[in-house]
């Protein structure tokens, strides 16, 4: 072991801890921010550490590269606004598994110039393992990459009303089954039989592009209210792929950063399908929101017989007599670019000495978290908001529940009627407050399609209209309030 | 092969248990930064594209300098969104 191999190991030993300590302090606000430093720092001392060990590398190519990526990367970063957070994260994902792809191709070629797969790998044991995590390296890289891709389509404002819905094709499972067992078949035949330089390299091309086409197999059938489960998941993936690139290279940085990212992308998605009380496997079946208008109570307007509206300067007196008020905002809030409107109406209610909180049901938002980040972007203080179990025993006691672009987290149908296609969700328990009042357009259904039964409840009022100017004209009346 | 994928594995294992450990803990105010900054790790792939572009072959050498571009827009594209969500979480 030569001292440059000794000196870059010993950096990997140290970039590991900072990442496990990163990650660690990324779980409190107060540490997070230094926590992400000191993450892309153990970054920095990784590629160090890398460049160290391999001693030659043509740095053309590889100040080129980063050049590239970093100034786009920068770009994204810096222009990317709040509401579009999932489907940056979807694009990262996929750039990720992207670069594993092309590291399992370039590392092929390498392996060809010294004569063919079959040879160099079973000519030594040592080969055989190299090659099939090579093999995972491409086939998982070229999934998460391509899955991201049509994630990002099915969030983005533009594409989305294309690839939005869940898109269900003829004998889909039939189609997801073969393109896994030829990637995987492709690459065992690869690995036992092929001798030929030309035909082992057509049969690698071929292995990236059903493992590309398996990625769009399994997101196309995913609805777009179940987008949050899927970045997660890809989150995941992208980090098995980095850790099978560590397997393929031996290199012991990348199969623990890439375990990490697995395990922290897993615990996500199960927290996303818990929110959503489905299963996993049921997400991935797909399906769902696409096709469930039929069975208890289709979601249009007929369908209500008690609703209650009230006009903004009727529920601005109610506000003013409050004392203690909880806001539900949901996804709705973002797309009418409410969130600083609701920021203002909180701080004119604070004004008049009322307690003010928000509740945060898990799957508020298109990834897991975005409805906190969405709030702190309008300068609303984190211990604010409060999360679904620490809040839900307080909405008795409360005196107003404010809804705002939320609809299937607080239908209490989920709790009531076991033919709803919501019963079991875990829900904010908004139906148990005094009063309640619902901002809304119209009465449309949620993502489930599915009739609210709250609108139908005595203790539940609509205020018709869009979000962010029907909170304006509460804050002005309150304002006027406040004069008075 | 046997010994070091077998190493690998182990540690492949532990640092999973490792994972969950640590994110299950997580509050869920950072659940959208943590995922962005998670996300950024798993870019560490660029230790991987770095080890391409020392071959003999320029095909396989060019393959590498996009895996690097690719990895690194993933890296600091990954770090800088997260410090500018952090950023603007106040008390």
Same mark, same amino acid.
């Given at each position: 072991?030569?001292?440059?191999?000794?000196i870059?190991?010993?950096?990997?030993?140290?970039?590991?801890?900072?990442?496990?300590?990163?990650?660690?302090?990324?779980?409190?606000?107060?540490?997070?921010?230094?926590?992400?430093?000191?993450?892309?720092?153990?970054?920095?001392i990784?590629?160090?550490?890398?460049?160290?060990?391999?001693?030659?590398?043509?740095?053309?190519?590889?100040?080129?590269?980063?050049?590239?990526? /970093?100034?786009?990367?920068?770009? !994204? #970063?810096?222009? *990317?606004?709040? =509401?579009?957070?999932?489907?940056? &994260? $979807?694009? +990262?994902?996929?750039?990720?598994?992207?670069?594993?792809?092309?590291?399992?191709?370039?590392?092929?070629?390498?392996?060809?110039?010294?004569?063919?797969?079959?040879?160099?790998?079973?000519?030594s044991?040592?080969?055989?393992?190299?090659?099939?995590?090579?093999?995972?390296?491409?086939?998982?890289?070229?999934?998460?990459?391509?899955?991201s891709?049509?994630?990002?389509?099915?969030?983005s404002d533009?594409?989305?009303?294309v690839?939005?819905?869940?898109i269900l094709?003829?004998?889909?499972?039939?189609?997801?089954l073969?393109?896994?067992?030829?990637?995987?078949?492709?690459? /065992?035949?690869?690995?036992?039989? !092929? #001798?030929?330089? *030309?035909?082992? =390299?057509?049969?690698?091309?071929? &292995? $990236?592009? +059903?493992?590309?086409?398996?990625?769009?197999a399994?997101?196309?059938?995913?609805?777009?209210?179940?987008?949050?489960?899927?970045?997660?998941?890809?989150?995941?993936?992208?980090?098995?792929?980095?850790?099978?690139?560590?397997?393929a290279?031996?290199s012991?940085?990348?199969?623990?950063?890439?375990a990490?990212v697995?395990?922290?992308?897993?615990?996500?998605?199960?927290?996303?399908?818990k929110?959503?009380?489905?299963s996993?496997?049921?997400?991935?079946?797909?399906?769902?929101?696409?096709?469930?208008?039929?069975?208890?109570?289709?979601?249009?307007?007929s369908?209500?017989?008690?609703?209650?509206?009230?006009d903004?300067?009727?529920?601005a007196?109610?506000?003013?007599?409050?004392?203690? &008020?909880?806001?539900?905002?949901?996804?709705?809030?973002?797309?009418?670019?409410?969130?600083?409107?609701?920021?203002?109406?909180?701080?004119?209610?604070?004004?008049?000495?009322v307690?003010?909180?928000?509740?945060?049901?898990?799957?508020?938002?298109?990834?897991?978290?975005?409805?906190?980040?969405?709030?702190?972007?309008?300068?609303?203080?984190?211990?604010?908001?409060?999360?679904m179990?620490?809040?839900?025993?307080?909405?008795?006691?409360?005196?107003?529940?404010?809804?705002?672009?939320?609809?299937?987290?607080?239908?209490?149908?989920?709790?009531?009627?076991?033919?709803?296609?919501?019963?079991?969700?875990?829900?904010?328990?908004?139906?148990?407050?005094?009063?309640?009042?619902?901002?809304?357009?119209?009465?449309?259904?949620?993502?489930?399609?599915?009739?609210?039964?709250?609108f139908?409840?005595?203790?539940?009022?609509?205020?018709?209209?869009?979000?962010?100017?029907?909170?304006?004209?509460?804050?002005?009346?309150?304002?006027?309030?406040?004069?008075? | 092969?046997?010994?070091?994928?077998?190493?690998?594995?182990?540690?492949?294992?532990l640092?999973?248990?490792?994972?969950?450990?640590?994110?299950?803990?997580?509050?869920?105010?950072?659940?959208?930064?943590?995922?962005?900054?998670?996300?950024?790790?798993?870019?560490?792939?660029?230790?991987?594209?770095?080890?391409?572009?020392n071959?003999?072959?320029?095909?396989?050498?060019?393959?590498?300098?996009?895996?690097?571009?690719?990895?690194?827009?993933?890296?600091?594209?990954?770090?800088?969104?997260?410090?500018?969500?952090?950023?603007?979480?106040?008390?």
């Amino acid at each position: 072991m030569t001292s440059n191999v000794i000196i870059a190991n010993l950096g990997y030993l140290v970039s590991i801890s900072c990442f496990i300590v990163g990650i660690k302090r990324l779980s409190r606000v107060r540490t997070a921010r230094s926590a992400n430093v000191l993450a892309a720092s153990a970054m920095l001392i990784a590629v160090a550490s890398q460049l160290i060990e391999l001693e030659t590398v043509d740095y053309r190519y590889v100040v080129a590269g980063v050049i590239v990526g /970093a100034s786009i990367g920068a770009v !994204l #970063a810096f222009k *990317v606004a709040m =509401t579009a957070m999932p489907q940056l &994260v $979807a694009v +990262f994902n996929g750039f990720g598994g992207a670069a594993s792809l092309l590291v399992g191709l370039s590392l092929f070629a390498a392996i060809q110039e010294r004569g063919t797969l079959a040879e160099v790998m079973i000519g030594s044991t040592s080969g055989l393992g190299t090659g099939l995590t090579l093999l995972l390296s491409i086939v998982i890289g070229a999934v998460t990459f391509s899955g991201s891709i049509l994630a990002y389509l099915k969030l983005s404002d533009r594409y989305g009303s294309v690839f939005g819905k869940s898109i269900l094709l003829p004998q889909r499972h039939l189609i997801t089954l073969s393109l896994f067992a030829l990637s995987l078949g492709l690459c /065992a035949a690869l690995l036992m039989f !092929l #001798a030929n330089p *030309v035909v082992s =390299t057509f049969a690698i091309i071929c &292995v $990236a592009l +059903f493992a590309l086409l398996l990625g769009v197999a399994v997101v196309l059938p995913i609805g777009g209210a179940d987008m949050p489960v899927v970045v997660s998941l890809l989150n995941s993936y992208s980090g098995l792929a980095a850790s099978a690139t560590g397997f393929a290279l031996n290199s012991p940085v990348l199969i623990v950063s890439g375990a990490l990212v697995g395990a922290s992308g897993l615990i996500l998605t199960q927290i996303m399908c818990k929110g959503m009380n489905r299963s996993l496997a049921n997400v991935m079946i797909g399906g769902f929101g696409g096709e469930s208008a039929e069975g208890a109570g289709s979601g249009d307007a007929s369908a209500y017989t008690n609703v209650k509206s009230s006009d903004v300067e009727e529920s601005a007196l109610t506000f003013e007599s409050a004392r203690d &008020v909880i806001i539900v905002p949901g996804y709705g809030l973002a797309v009418a670019q409410g969130q600083s409107a609701v920021a203002e109406f909180a701080s004119h209610l604070k004004g008049l000495g009322v307690r003010v909180r928000y509740a945060i049901h898990p799957v508020a938002g298109r990834m897991p978290g975005h409805m906190n980040v969405l709030l702190a972007e309008s300068n609303i203080p984190y211990d604010e908001l409060f999360e679904m179990d620490e809040i839900n025993s307080d909405f008795r006691s409360s005196d107003i529940v404010l809804v705002v672009g939320a609809n299937d987290v607080v239908n209490p149908a989920a709790k009531t009627d076991p033919s709803s296609p919501l019963y079991g969700m875990p829900i904010l328990n908004v139906d148990q407050a005094p009063i309640v009042y619902v901002i809304k357009r119209s009465l449309s259904p949620g993502f489930a399609g599915v009739k609210n039964e709250l609108f139908d409840l005595d203790n539940c009022r609509m205020i018709f209209g869009d979000a962010k100017k029907v909170l304006e004209e509460l804050s002005v009346h309150l304002d006027l309030a406040k004069a008075a | 092969m046997t010994a070091e994928i077998l190493i690998g594995l182990y540690v492949f294992v532990l640092s999973v248990f490792v994972g969950f450990e640590l994110i299950n803990k997580v509050s869920p105010t950072l659940h959208t930064p943590l995922m962005s900054g998670s996300n950024a790790i798993s870019g560490v792939t660029i230790l991987g594209a770095l080890a391409c572009v020392n071959a003999e072959s320029s095909f396989a050498n060019v393959l590498g300098a996009c895996a690097i571009a690719l990895a690194t827009i993933n890296v600091v594209g990954g770090f800088l969104v997260t410090d500018r969500m952090l950023r603007m979480f106040k008390k």
